[in-house]
């Protein structure tokens, strides 16, 4: 059965820090992460910097980071979540960098160095309230002329090629329950508005997506670790039960629908956008 609640319901972060969940952001890095390297790289993120990661979840995004500004650079990941930190300070100490720090607070009100080179995000800003504002509040944090570089996603993007049943009724599902939790899944075409509103000059803006027409595809995966992960929300808010899911078959049955199609899967946009802070 599948209903619309007539409100959003707005407090928790939806997709919140099981094991699973912070294993499920780990293999999105794996598709991620080329996309993340670009945006940086091209935005300016360079040698000897001390950058800011907002919402820095397991430490992925932080890694990039280390490995990009070197051992003359620093890093500072900011979270919400004890447990994400916990990952984030395991996996830093399994690769051997020094010059990551994590800290725990909100974003909205958490108090900082203000002598960042780089404030930087992947993935954060979908999930807040009110974006212009923490970008806002997180620009005291950078030196004059400083860079702020977000990347997030245009999930309304992804798609199959031909269209095929469960492809469809799996990201409608996704989608509606995020926009149920008060997340924004177009966030990625958003962050102009948002960074003006920031105070921010207008972003230089770039998009790439995961294509594939094979069987090993990403994608298939990640449809269902999401689905797995907002499963008790979606059952909560009367969008899908668990019995209408079969989420431990799902990425097999995603597959092989549109594999016997011979058909395309489209991720979702990953939208980058930088500037500069104006000096
Ligand atoms: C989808 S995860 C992305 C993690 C990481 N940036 C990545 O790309 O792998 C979003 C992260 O933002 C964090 N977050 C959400 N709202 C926050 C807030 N108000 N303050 C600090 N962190 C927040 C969550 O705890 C979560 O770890």
């Not at 699973?20 to 670009?38: A, D, G, P, S, Y």
């Not at 203000?114 to 993935?123: N, S």
């Not at 800003?125 to 997180?138: D, G, S, T, V």
């Amino acid at each position: 059965m599948l209903t619309e609640p007539a409100t959003p319901v707005k407090d928790a972060y939806v997709l919140g820090h099981s094991e699973k969940e912070i294993e499920r952001l780990q293999k999105q890095n794996n598709f991620l992460q080329v996309f993340t390297w670009h945006c940086f790289q091209e935005a300016g993120i360079k040698p000897g910097m001390k950058v800011l990661e907002a919402g820095c979840g397991g430490g992925d995004v932080a890694l990039i980071l280390a490995e990009m500004v070197g051992p003359e650079g620093q890093v500072v990941g900011v979270d919400l979540n004890p447990q994400a930190l916990e990952a984030a300070r395991q996996k830093v100490a399994a690769a051997g960098h020094n010059n990551i720090i994590f800290k725990q607070g909100d974003l909205q009100d958490i108090v900082l160095d203000t002598d960042f080179d780089a404030v930087v995000g992947r993935l954060v800003l979908f999930h807040l309230k009110e974006p212009a504002n923490i970008l806002r509040h997180l620009l005291d944090c950078l030196k004059p002329g400083g860079l702020v570089a977000f990347q997030d996603y245009n999930l309304l993007a992804a798609r199959a090629y031909p269209i095929v049943p469960l492809f469809e009724q799996t990201l409608g599902r996704i989608i509606k329950a995020f926009r149920q939790a008060g997340a924004d899944p177009e966030i990625g075409l958003k962050l102009n508005e948002i960074f003006r509103q920031a105070g921010l000059p207008g972003p230089t803006m770039r998009c790439e997506a995961s294509v594939s027409a094979g069987p090993e595809w990403d994608g298939y995966e990640q449809l269902a670790l999401v689905t797995r992960t907002l499963l008790p929300f979606m059952q909560k808010v009367g969008l899908a039960t668990a019995e209408e899911v079969e989420v431990d078959t799902l990425a097999d049955r995603l597959r092989a629908e549109l594999i016997e199609k011979g058909g395309v899967g489209h991720g979702p946009d990953v939208i980058s956008a930088w500037s500069h802070k104006p000096a």
